[in-house]
């Protein structure tokens, strides 16, 4: 059962009798969203769960804007957590708020705003029935399109209601679009700048006069939302921009980032990635490595980004390979192997934009650079160890074979016992009483490092890899 469709307590007041009575006073949205965050933060706990990398730098700017109780634009490159950051608002309202039982704006009843709810208030008094509604029915989120209109996000006169008999010029004529039905909670419009200008105007009354109008007459609502957006910084130029007038209206344009080091992309890795196989914490650093030299590759379109869901697809399609390579060798339990690192280029290769001049290089950009992060992952693993006598036990003949159809215990077979390889195990954080998938997953790093640095060679096709002099 989610947690929209729990029934309310059963001790909440049922109606306005009973709501006065218990004292309850209509707060504004912000108001909530302040009060909790500062109860939140005064209590030492987490406010933003699940948000990784942003501790130090956006969410400082982000509460400092709704203790201001700002309206906010989050502005950055795909897969930052834009979205992410924006639905984890739900967590500081009230987790249950009362409404006015039949009201189509989820109206307080202390305090109605369309002219019905107010009728039927003054009709029926401290008997007028209220509900209760719980705060994951508080967040609406709309993604902006060139054909959305002003009725999606305002509303329109409903030729429907005019029919039954009521003029044009009465305000229960009227649809109500997303941002008025969204009232007493928290809009959020992802991509803004892909509304076409004229729509974005249509959002200025809203934001500034909490108002709405609607074909020619203006209805006087006392909104109560909070708005809340996202934007790509290359939309400004490319698809759209935000119109001045309604960036003015934003009390707070908050830049976000990637994860600025290794820790935190392999955090949202190992928090967003689904893994089929077990993937080690090496593996998710080579990963997360390449990710970060992919941004700061002069062949990658860096006003494209490299989004944070690659590094997550990457993982996925490892522990993939993983599982692939478990039911063809019937070894148990499936653990990734750097071997799996090459499924990566060609199954991601689409994800990633080149600069112009790139085409059909993309697959041997992205290897050379997978390789270096695999470089990288396994200096910072081994530094200080020595792995001559591993590379010494190969060119005495002792070649390693690898691949999709052998399993780990092969691997390690083929080898002498070494006492570096026990210190290789633990530098990747593997006991020697561990299943042989993870202890060979580790000696495939060393030695694919040992070719990476031109002390042993490999020769591979499709199915093996082979490491020798």
Same mark, same amino acid.
């Given at each position: 059962m989610t947690a929209s469709s729990l029934p309310p307590p059963e001790a909440l007041p049922r109606t306005l009798g009973e709501l006065r009575a218990a004292g309850y006073v209509p707060r504004s949205v912000k108001t909530e969203l302040h009060d909790n965050l500062l109860a939140t933060l005064r209590a030492g706990g987490q406010p933003w769960p699940g948000i990784v990398g942003f501790s130090r730098t956006v969410l400082p700017q982000f509460e400092r804007a709704l203790l201001a109780g700002h309206d906010v634009v989050l502005l950055g490159e795909r897969g930052q957590g834009k979205t992410r950051l924006l639905r984890t608002l739900v967590g500081l309202l009230d987790e249950w708020t009362p409404v006015l039982e039949g009201s189509e704006l989820a109206e307080h009843p202390l305090d109605p705003i369309t002219p019905a709810s107010r009728r039927r208030v003054a009709e029926l008094g401290d008997s007028a029935p209220v509900t209760w509604l719980h705060r994951s029915q508080r967040y609406t989120e709309k993604l902006a399109t060139p054909d959305t209109s002003v009725g999606d996000l305002i509303g329109d006169v409903d030729p429907v209601k005019v029919a039954e008999g009521r003029s044009l010029g009465d305000p229960e004529t009227?649809?109500?679009?997303? !941002?008025?039905?969204?009232?007493?909670?928290? %809009?959020?419009?992802?991509?803004?700048?892909?509304?076409?200008?004229?729509? &974005? !105007?249509?959002?200025?009354? %809203?934001?500034?006069?909490?108002?709405? &109008? %609607?074909?020619?007459?203006?209805?006087?609502?006392?909104?109560? %939302?909070l708005l809340v957006a996202t934007a790509n910084p290359e939309d400004y130029t490319n698809r759209g921009r935000i119109i001045t007038p309604l960036k003015d209206r934003f009390g707070a344009e908050i830049r976000t980032h990637y994860p600025l080091d290794v820790a935190a992309e392999v955090g949202v890795v190992r928090q967003e990635a689904d893994l089929v196989a077990e993937v080690g914490e090496p593996l998710l650093e080579v990963l997360a490595r390449f990710v970060r030299n992919l941004r700061e590759s002069n062949v990658v379109d860096q006003r494209s980004g490299v989004s944070a869901r690659f590094a997550v697809a990457a993982a996925e399609t490892v522990a993939a390979a993983a599982l692939r390579r478990s039911a063809l060798t019937g070894e148990t339990p499936a653990v990734a192997r750097p071997v799996d690192l090459d499924a990566v280029p060609a199954v991601l290769r689409g994800k990633v934009e080149f600069e112009p001049g790139e085409e059909g290089r993309e697959t041997e950009h992205l290897v050379h650079l997978l390789r270096r992060a695999i470089a990288e992952t396994a200096r910072d693993r081994f530094a200080g160890l020595d792995l001559r006598p591993l590379a010494d036990a190969v060119a005495d003949g002792h070649l390693v074979a690898t691949g999709e159809r052998v399993p780990g215990k092969d691997v390690l077979a083929a080898l002498p016992e070494l006492p570096v390889l026990h210190e290789v195990a633990q530098r990747a954080g593997v006991s020697a009483d561990e299943p042989p998938g993870r202890i060979a997953a580790a000696v495939e790093l060393a030695l694919e490092s040992l070719y990476l640095t031109r002390k042993l060679a490999k020769d591979a096709d499709d199915t093996t890899t082979v490491y020798g002099p």
């Open positions: 009227i649809h109500f679009g997303i !941002v008025p039905r969204a009232h007493r909670g928290i %809009v959020a419009v992802n991509e803004l700048p892909d509304l076409a200008e004229r729509i &974005q !105007v249509a959002l200025l009354n %809203v934001m500034e006069e909490r108002d709405i &109008q %609607v074909r020619g007459y203006t209805l006087r609502l006392p909104l109560d %939302v």
